[in-house]
């Protein structure tokens, strides 16, 4: 039985998320090197803080750490290394483009991707009659990466398409954990989890850090910036995902993610209304925004409507 307060939680923590232009932009500004080595930096002290913040709910989840399996291990270590950590990497690139707007706008193709997974992981079948929606979404994806779909050339010239392929990169790594979580809350605590994700994140965090920089790379931080660090570590960071995984918990993957729309609608009104100057969004941007997400919510319908038969062995496990 859906819990619709589980629901309220994931979409509370989506909102949280979209604040995050007001921490990592300024951040980006005036950090030294490239802009792989720029996101990898304010990711990887995002991460310190957000480590030592949730220790104590990893002392506290210590029984269930140890009782894990090597699948659950698995699940656990994709949610952390490859959403926290480099998912939030390519989230940063693409923010170095300054297209803020675009950014947030293609983690509204999370649902469609977390969807997919979890018909040929979890087994949340997609009824045949849903199918039709997916095409259409990603039309509206198209049109949203290409501000003016007449003219796909200036995209490519103003540096949009690129800021999109890396917004959209990390819309599917996060859509993924979205999935692995689901598996992973079967057998830990929502803390615990929370936990994991960021402990097991830091470490790749750390080596591509040094690999990109040396240890030279630790002395560009500023004193100034603790304030912006800590706030993109608690506000859209620790405190959004223990409600996010508290609500995943008592939440199916494919609703969590309609929940997660939440996030870009919040973004974009803070980068219109918050952030100095102004962002803008195009007419074909806007019609993308209607197509996508009034696709997902068709698809999400009529799934419900019509619901396929779950066939014998459709729920996949990391084995």
């Given at each position: 039985m ?34 792989i ?5 304010i990711?990887?002290?995002e ?6 913040v949730s ?7 210590w ?10 291990w698995r ?31 293609l ?12 018909h ?14 997916v ?17 796909p ?17 990390a819309?599917?790594l ?35 850090m ?6 030279a ?5 500023r ?12 506000i859209?960071?620790?405190?959004p995902?223990?409600?996010y ?11 969590a ?8 609608v ?10 100095s100057?102004?962002?803008?969004i ?14 997902l ?23």
């Amino acid at each position: 039985m859906i819990d619709r307060f589980a629901v309220l939680l994931v979409a509370l923590a989506a909102m949280l998320w979209g604040t995050d232009t007001l921490f990592r932009s300024p951040l980006l500004q005036h950090l030294p090197g490239n802009a792989i080595l720029q996101a990898t930096q304010i990711v990887t002290m995002e991460h310190i803080v957000l480590t030592i913040v949730s220790l104590p709910l990893l002392w506290l989840g210590w029984r269930e750490v140890r009782s894990l399996t090597w699948p659950q291990w698995r699940a656990i270590i994709l949610i952390g290394v490859g959403a926290s950590a480099l998912a939030t990497i390519l989230f940063t690139i693409s923010f170095s483009y300054f297209h803020f707007i675009e950014t947030l706008l293609l983690q509204k193709t999370q649902p469609l991707i977390a969807i997919l997974l979890a018909h040929f992981w979890l087994g949340e079948r997609i009824s045949r009659r849903a199918w039709i929606w997916v095409p259409v979404a990603i039309l509206g994806a198209y049109a949203i990466v290409i501000p003016n779909p007449l003219d796909p050339r200036a995209a490519w010239e103003d540096f949009h398409v690129s800021a999109g392929l890396f917004a959209l990169a990390a819309a599917a790594l996060w859509g993924a954990a979205t999935v692995f979580g689901r598996y992973a809350l079967a057998s830990v605590r929502f803390t615990t989890l929370t936990a994991l994700r960021f402990t097991t994140a830091l470490p790749a965090l750390l080596i591509l850090m040094l690999l990109l920089g040396g240890p030279a790379t630790f002395a560009s931080y500023r004193l100034g910036d603790v304030p912006l660090y800590l706030g993109i570590a608690i506000i859209p960071g620790l405190f959004p995902m223990l409600l996010y995984y508290r609500g995943l918990a008592s939440t199916p993957a494919s609703l969590a993610t309609l929940a997660e729309l939440a996030f870009p609608v919040t973004g974009i009104l803070v980068n219109l209304l918050v952030v100095s100057p102004p962002q803008t969004i195009t007419g074909w941007q806007v019609a993308g925004i209607v197509v996508l997400t009034g696709s997902l919510i068709a698809l999400d319908y009529t799934n419900a409507k019509h619901p396929a038969r779950l066939e014998r062995g459709a729920e996949v496990a990391l084995t």
